[in-house]
Structures are given as C-alpha cells and as structure tokens.
C-alpha cells in the first residue's frame, strides 16, 4: 500500500467538525456495493495494454470516473475539472494529487469511444444481472413495459447546419418533441431493469415489445400505448396475462368509471418503471448519434440496478 502524501491527508480533512456529506455517504456506499472485479473483467479484454507507449490509466480507475460522470451528468472537461476540485469524488477515482494528475477529458473521451466500439453498456448491464441473480434476485413473472423519450437538441446551429439524422420527431398529445426513444422492461416485483432498446423517437412503443419480454412472463404491464398488443406480447410470452391499460370508453358521454378504476390499479404497478427510468435524470441525450446515446442509457440502467438493489448489496459486503 503506498503512503499517504500531504495532498491526500488534506483531503481527508482535520476540521474538528467536519460531518461527512451526502454525496460522500453516496460515493462509500456505491463503492462498497458495486461488483468491481466483475465490471473489469467484462471491459479488460478491450482495453489497451500500454505496449510501446505511456502505461494506460487502470480499468478500474476509468470506471470509477465514467460513474461520477453518470451519477452528475457532467462532461468530459467538467467531470476532469469536478475532481480536481472535490476531494470526495477524489477519494471515490482513488487519485493522489501528490502523486498523479486526473485523467484528462481526452482519456476520458476514448475510454468511452472504447465501450461504443465494443458494445460494452450492453455487457456491463447483462453482468450486472448476472451479478443479481447470483446474489438471490430472480426474475419474476411480471413485467412492466414503458418507453421514454430522450430529447435532443433541434437546433441547426451547429458544425454541420443541421439537426442529428438519427433522431426523429414525434408528437406526444398536443406536442412534439426531438430525440430518442429508451424502451425498458422492468420486473413488476423487484422493479429492476431487465431488458432495454434504444430507438428513434418516431417509432412506435409496440415494435420493441417483444424485445422487452424475457418469455417467462404471467403478467405484462404498461400504458394505453400498448393496448390490443395481445398478439405480439403472446409471439414471447405465450403464457402472460395482458394487464396493460385500456382507453377510457365513454358511454353516452360519460367515462366508463370501472375501465378507469381497473387502470388506476394496474398504474399502482405500473408505476415502479418511473423510479428506474428517471434515477439519474436522463431525460436529454448528451452525445450525437444513437450508438453512444445507447451506451450511455445501457450504462445508467445498470448502475440504476445496483443502487435498487443496495439494500440487499449492503447485508451481503457488511462484515
């Protein structure tokens, strides 16, 4: 173990006072729950080997920096500037500023072009499924099935005079809206994610569907989007119940009030995929292109399943 320079003793802080924050007591518990080994092994077999250059920055250490930029929302240059300037995000990277800088942005930068190119936001959410499972939290027979849209800038000023070509606009209502589209099947009982796709906006919430359903399901839940999708929902899942929320039908005027009453508490179920979907408030998509936006969905739904899941994590790391 190295010794502790000065840099990082002041870090640790000698105020007589000092409480701990909450993003420090968030940062210890992350750190204690995620599966480490496990998430650097899926990344390893891609990462450069430093053969005839400088050595690389650690797999570990890049994921420790690519989490805080999840977990804020920040960029490349503000994630670099946030760790030299908070000594929590500091000791969460593992960086001495007594011994060593912060990766740059550019590192930054290519260790997620690393992932895009491999398909590895895709791998690190199966792993942590795995991980789960192996720690007790199975599947169960329900599913809730929703998509979000993800808005993109519809501005042309830009480089290129015009707006991303894999984003679409959709209305919603009496609305449009630009972007992306984040389909998500969640298990109805743990209100994990299980399964995700990434799309243009302008495609309809029933054409993922059965790309959302692991095939074991009883029950499938989800809004008015998906009603009379019997069909497609059996193509995977012979055996499940459609339990999705039908239209209101209006009799001489007046709304059925017991359609209304059986969606209201298919909702109260229904209602879990919102607490996975909107966790780390990815609502806008930080990068050009669908590729990379995915990666980054992937990336967050994984994280957002281990922080569910930190309950059942936490008894099984406490000593």
């Known amino acids: 173990m190295k010794q502790q320079t000065l840099a990082m003793a002041a870090d640790k802080g000698?105020?007589?006072?000092?409480?701990?924050?909450?993003?420090?007591?968030?940062?210890?518990?992350?750190?204690?729950?995620?599966?480490?080994?496990e998430l650097c092994a899926v990344v390893q077999p891609h990462y450069p080997k430093g053969e005839g250059g400088r050595p690389p920055v650690g797999v570990e250490r890049m994921l420790r920096m690519l989490f805080v930029q999840h977990w804020f929302n920040l960029a490349d240059e503000a994630c670099e500037e946030a760790l030299y300037d908070s000594a929590s995000l500091r000791s969460?990277?593992?960086i001495d500023l007594g011994r060593e800088r912060v990766p740059d942005a550019t590192t930054l930068l290519k260790f997620r072009r690393l992932l895009e190119k491999h398909h590895l936001g895709q791998a690190l959410f199966a792993k942590v499924g795995e991980v789960l499972q192996g720690h007790g939290l199975k599947v169960g027979t329900g599913t809730i099935v929703d998509a979000t849209i993800i808005s993109a800038p519809s501005s042309t000023k830009n480089a290129d005079k015009k707006r991303d070509p894999e984003m679409h606009q959709v209305a919603k209502g009496k609305n449009w809206f630009f972007g992306m589209k984040l389909h998500i099947g969640v298990d109805s009982r743990t209100g994990l994610a299980h399964s995700a796709v990434v799309t243009a906006a302008n495609v309809h919430d029933k054409h993922p569907l059965p790309e959302l359903l692991h095939g074991e399901e009883l029950k499938v839940y989800g809004d008015c989007a998906?009603?009379?999708q019997q069909e497609l929902i059996a193509s995977k899942a012979p055996a499940a119940l459609d339990c999705t929320n039908e239209r209101v039908r209006k009799v001489d005027g007046v709304p059925d009030?017991?359609?209304?009453?059986r969606n209201r508490n298919r909702?109260?179920?229904?209602?879990?995929?919102e607490v996975v979907k909107r966790l780390w408030g990815f609502s806008k998509v930080r990068y050009r292109g669908l590729h990379k936006n995915a990666t980054r969905a992937f990336t967050a739904l994984a994280?957002?399943?281990?922080?569910?899941?930190r309950g059942l994590l936490l008894v099984r790391v406490r000593p």
């Open 14 to 37: 000698f105020e007589q006072f000092r409480r701990p924050t909450k993003r420090e007591v968030f940062l210890n518990m992350m750190d204690k729950i995620l599966p480490w080994q």
């Open 92 to 94: 969460f990277v593992g």
């Open 226 to 228: 998906y009603a009379g």
């Open 257 to 261: 009030e017991g359609q209304r009453l």
């Open 267 to 273: 909702s109260k179920v229904r209602a879990q995929v």
């Open 303 to 309: 994280l957002a399943n281990i922080y569910m899941s």
